[in-house]
């Protein structure tokens, strides 16, 4: 191109001045043969000159269209680089394959530098030299164990898909959400491999119209954007060979995760099945034992043997269900055997109190001692509670705390709900004031009247007074202890108000003891005290005796001698 510029130069010079020549043989008029001669090799190269302008036109018209085609086909592979961002995953993992092996080569010239120098560095710079070069090495060396891995085949790791856990056996129904879970796991790591390869379906797509625009320029450039066309199109081959690989492994790996989850699915299948069977169970036998309860309660009319036989019947009722669980979820029996022999012995040790108030309320319910109703009293600590069973649970007993001698006497409080362990049945006190058929208790008075009183005849009011108000009671009482010897040996079977007398130092204690109803005492007390009191107070020769103070006067003296204290 430069020379051809060079030649349209000199044909214009030439041109210019075989123009101004003519011009001025015209303007004198000497025109000759040989001037015509010349004009003609003018005009002819004056035609030259003009094709080859024409040529330069053409030449340029043709460089201008080439830029122009170059700009729009950058324009266009500048639009494709900026879709194929930095941030996909498989350009990433691309580059630092790239990176690694260029590390990688950088590092093997060091090491054969190294070992060059190792052998010939005579001179300081050479000593120099080698040590930047080990420090270099230490550098290069670290990020190659960085990039472990990268080196050998890029996208290794996007390559292979997720691991396959295995697959748990689902063995009870706490499973089944394991089993749905991993259900769910499964499937979103096929979806996040699928997608990996639908990204690099689409990244490969782009790189296709990449390297066809590569081809486009290298045609119109080959110095420039070849050695970019063969860089583009080798990238293509590898992330084509990954997709090869990719399309195969997902066959492959949809092909297992459908046997996974088949597995997992069966494994569900059966533990709703055995839930049903387990359900259709357990209902037949809470409407069994619903049934039971309206036999019971339709032809057991005492309150406190139904309480029992309900409490009887719902403990049978939860051990049954519990059986049927354990024997639907331990296929071997002697393994739940075995589990339970060495869990029971652990947890003996750790929980003995627990188990000694199971074994205590076996005693209780079985052997009869205490039941629902009864009033019983308990030494607990020090402390004295007397109260109604309310309940009897497998750990403890329930009693509401009335309002009796021992609350007047020592707590000075009652109707607090009580709560003892069932192992203090083997431990501590505990009276039961209302066993089997027993419905009254012994209870007594004591009044003391003065020496000089008539005894007898005290004795005799105290006993007309008990035997009016406890004879109900007695009679009762009587009946019950017929129907107790069949149960127990029973010797003295007297219940006849009993009244006894005892010298005191202050004076002669009478006491009256009568039967009376276990839950009501306190109220038979209060009566037959103040119907003796009242009868007393009737008589000239009974006097009950209390604190006083007598004071002797010597009246000669006028002043007090002696004084004593004594009950009159």
């Known amino acids: 191109m430069k020379g051809l510029s060079g030649l349209f130069i000199f044909f214009f010079i030439s041109v210019s001045s075989i123009y101004a020549t003519e011009n001025s043989l015209v303007q004198e008029g000497v025109v000759s043969v040989e001037q015509n001669q010349t004009a003609q090799d003018l005009n002819a190269t004056k035609q030259a000159l003009i094709e080859a302008r024409l040529a330069e036109e053409a030449a340029q018209k043709a460089k201008r269209r080439i830029q122009k085609m170059i700009r729009q086909y950058t324009t266009e592979l500048n639009q494709l680089e900026s879709q194929v961002s930095d941030e996909n995953v498989w350009i990433k993992s691309y580059a630092s394959y790239l990176t690694s092996l260029e590390v990688k080569q950088n590092l093997d010239a060091i090491k054969k530098r190294i070992k060059w120098l190792s052998k010939h560095a005579k001179s300081s710079s050479d000593m120099d030299e080698l040590t930047g070069l080990i420090s270099k090495e230490n550098i290069l060396t670290s990020q190659i164990n ?105 066959d492959v790996y949809q092909k297992r995760l459908e046997i996974a989850k088949i597995s997992i699915n069966k494994g569900i299948q059966k533990q709703i099945y055995r839930l049903a069977r387990i359900g259709i169970a357990v209902l037949f036998v809470f409407l069994v034992f619903f049934l039971l309860k309206l036999i019971v309660k339709k032809y057991i009319t005492d309150n406190e043997r ?79 509670y007397v109260g109604d069973v309310l309940d009897i649970s497998l750990l403890r007993i329930t009693i509401l705390e009335d309002i009796t001698l021992t609350s007047i006497m020592q707590n000075r409080r009652a109707g607090r709900i009580i709560f003892i362990p069932n192992n203090y049945i083997f431990t501590h006190m505990i009276a039961n004031y209302t066993h089997h058929s027993l419905k009254t208790v012994w209870d007594g008075v004591k009044v003391t009247i003065t020496f000089d009183s008539n005894h007898k005849k005290a004795m005799h009011l105290v006993k007309e007074i008990t035997k009016k108000y406890s004879k109900g009671y007695t009679d009762i009482t009587r009946k019950q202890l017929n129907k107790l010897r069949q149960h127990y040996s029973l010797k003295n079977t007297n219940v006849e108000p009993r009244i006894y007398s005892f010298i005191e130092s202050n004076g002669i204690d009478i006491e009256a003891w009568y039967l009376t ?36 006067i010597d009246m000669q003296s006028e002043s007090p001698t002696a004084h004593n204290n004594e009950l009159v």
């Open 517 to 552: 109803n276990a839950y009501g005492t306190l109220t038979l007390r209060s009566v037959i005290s103040t119907e003796i009191l009242d009868a007393f107070k009737e008589e000239d020769d009974i006097t009950i005796a209390y604190p006083t103070q007598k004071l002797n």
């Open 146 to 250: 960085k990039l472990k891995g990268d080196s050998s085949a890029p996208f290794s790791k996007l390559i292979t898909p997720p691991k396959i856990d295995e697959v748990p056996t689902i063995a009870n129904p706490f499973e089944v959400f394991t089993g749905l879970s991993l259900v769910k796991q499964i499937d979103a790591n096929y979806e996040d491999y699928k997608k990996r390869k639908e990204n690099l379906n689409n990244l490969i797509l782009l790189l296709r119209k990449e390297v066809s625009i590569y081809k486009k320029l290298a045609s119109l450039n080959p110095e420039k954007y070849q050695n970019a066309l063969s860089q583009k199109q080798t990238e293509l081959e590898r992330f084509e060979r990954a997709l090869d690989t990719m399309t195969v492994t997902l």
């Open 306 to 384: 139904f309480y029992m036989a309900n409490k009887i019947i719902t403990f049978t009722n939860f051990t049954v269900i519990i059986l049927i669980l354990f024997f639907n979820y331990i296929e071997n029996v002697s393994y739940l055997v075995t589990i339970l022999g060495f869990a029971s012995a652990g947890i003996a040790i750790a929980m003995k109190d627990w188990f000694m108030s199971i074994l205590g309320w076996l005693v209780i319910v079985f052997g009869g001692s205490i039941h629902v109703g009864d009033r019983i009293r308990v030494d607990m600590n020090g402390m004295k």
